[in-house]
């Protein structure tokens, strides 16, 4: 099994470092590590370094740094638009997508999305996505934390506008005759993918994004939950820009 990865503010300078904090909690009274173990510090930014768990106390354990890595970027960027879902769909789908290897997710307010996120709501949703997308980095032994929005809910015109500065962007659409696997992909840049809510894309939303450049794409024969197309798509685009 690999060492289990945890987050810090900032990789420590010194080869001798004292983990506390939630995380230092978790490593010591949930992991319950030991003296010996080896578990990885990622600052989320690229930085990671491997050290040795020296001693373990209530809410802290002290470790050794053995060696730092930093991790360039991926590069083309992955940013999926994700249609705010009920329930906890759309954080199934934001725990798939970080784990696959997404990059950026914005939440979309789309006109068929039955939950609204509205004033503090949308920013405890939000801030909820971004939770969930950090839990999931360190179980996928990330080295960066995908961006998690920017507004809790960016409108379609957001969207558009973002779609125009991609360097390639296509929707996931059932009615679409290309497919995503034979789509052409820059070498670097940003590469964007929308997945509507459970109702789907309207045909105003899909007007709008194909006349910012967008492509409409499709998977395959299937219909996808709005959870699970967007880890699907990543993984077909994993796979195309060898990133897997």
Not at 29 to 39: F, H, K, M, N, S
Not at 109 to 126: H, I, K, M, T
């Amino acid at each position: 099994m690999s060492a289990p990865l945890f987050l810090v503010e900032a990789l420590p300078a010194a080869d001798l470092h004292t983990l506390d904090g939630p995380e230092g909690h978790h490593a010591a009274d949930v992991q319950r590590l030991r003296a010996g173990e080896t578990i990885i510090l990622a600052d989320g930014r690229g930085g990671s370094a491997t050290a040795k768990v020296t001693a373990a106390r209530k809410g802290s354990v002290d470790v050794e740094i053995l060696d730092r890595e930093h991790v360039p970027a991926a590069d083309p960027r992955l940013v999926v638009v994700q249609g705010i879902a009920k329930g906890d769909r759309g954080e199934l789908a934001v725990q798939a997508m970080t784990e696959i290897g997404v990059d950026e997710i914005l939440p979309w307010a789309a006109s068929r999305s039955v939950a609204q996120w509205r004033g503090d709501r949308g920013a405890r949703a939000r801030d909820k996505w971004a939770a969930t997308a950090r839990e999931a980095a360190k179980q996928a032994r990330r080295a960066w934390l995908p961006l998690v929005g920017g507004d809790p809910d960016c409108s379609t015109k957001q969207i558009v506008a973002r779609l125009a500065a991609a360097d390639a962007a296509f929707v996931l659409h059932e009615e679409a005759t290309g497919s995503l696997s034979a789509a052409g992909l820059p070498a670097s840049g940003e590469i964007a993918l929308v997945v509507g809510p459970e109702g789907g894309i309207s045909d105003a939303e899909l007007e709008a994004f194909t006349g910012a450049g967008a492509t409409a794409v499709r998977l395959g024969r299937e219909v996808l939950r709005t959870s699970t197309a967007g880890m699907a798509a990543l993984s077909v685009l994993s796979a195309r820009l060898g990133r897997w």
